[in-house]
């Protein structure tokens, strides 16, 4: 079951960003979300060797590059992570990027960070998954680590605003968590510094999302 899974968002991801225009991918978007601005502006996170898990076109990836992070991206799609590379090539700024299955063993990846983050990546994964990718960021993370994870609410109205499994007009299946889930999910290997459920400003309109932040214990 786990592998059909992985080849069918492997399959979903490669058609999108093989199809469809970047501009139109709802996800992906130049500018950071403020919450990401945030995190560095404050200093929450000061620069570092950091991970971005599922870092699709690597928009974010390039932020902190360009703000002194020491930044690899990771995302099971090969043709996001070449429009990554172009992208960082284009703009002159200095990152990593590779190919790996975030469900899988991730031989690729051999380093260790002090920052890992997924923005909005944890809703492709379903419950069954989630201990199995939790397991891969500790793993990927040094002692005191920091771990930042967004993912959608089962608040949020998109997609016909019920249930827990939602198609949409992607045709991709999305998992609606609630922040009850989210915590069982992280407190048996990190200490949740923070989770609530926030507003995000998305491409085309808002949505409700959980946001934790967490230290590897």
């Not at 709802?26 to 620069?47: A, D, F, H, Y």
Request: proline share 5%; aromatic share 10%; with cysteine.
């Amino acid at each position: 079951m786990r592998r059909i899974q992985i080849n069918m968002i492997k399959e979903q991801m490669e058609r999108i960003y093989g199809s469809i225009s970047p501009a139109k991918i709802p996800w992906n978007l130049e500018t950071p979300p403020e919450i990401i601005q945030t995190i560095v502006k404050s200093g929450t996170v000061k620069p570092c060797k950091s991970i971005e898990l599922g870092c699709g076109a690597g928009n974010y990836v390039i932020y902190l590059s360009s703000n002194g992070f020491n930044t690899t991206g990771v995302d099971i799609s090969s043709t996001a992570i070449e429009m990554a590379k172009k992208s960082a090539e284009e703009k002159k700024i200095k990152c990593n990027f590779i190919v790996a299955d975030v469900l899988g063993e991730m031989p690729e990846i051999q380093d260790k960070y002090d920052f890992a983050y997924d923005w909005e990546l944890l809703h492709h994964i379903f419950p069954e998954e989630r201990e199995k990718y939790i397991t891969n960021v500790h793993k990927l993370l040094k002692p005191g680590g920091k771990y930042l994870s967004v993912c959608f609410s089962e608040q949020s109205p998109q997609f016909g605003g019920t249930g827990k499994y939602r198609k949409t007009p992607l045709d991709t299946v999305l998992y609606f968590s609630s922040e009850n889930e989210m915590e069982t999910l992280f407190q048996t290997l990190f200490d949740i510094e923070e989770l609530k459920t926030v507003t995000i400003q998305g491409k085309y309109d808002q949505h409700k999302a959980i946001y934790a932040f967490l230290k590897k214990r």
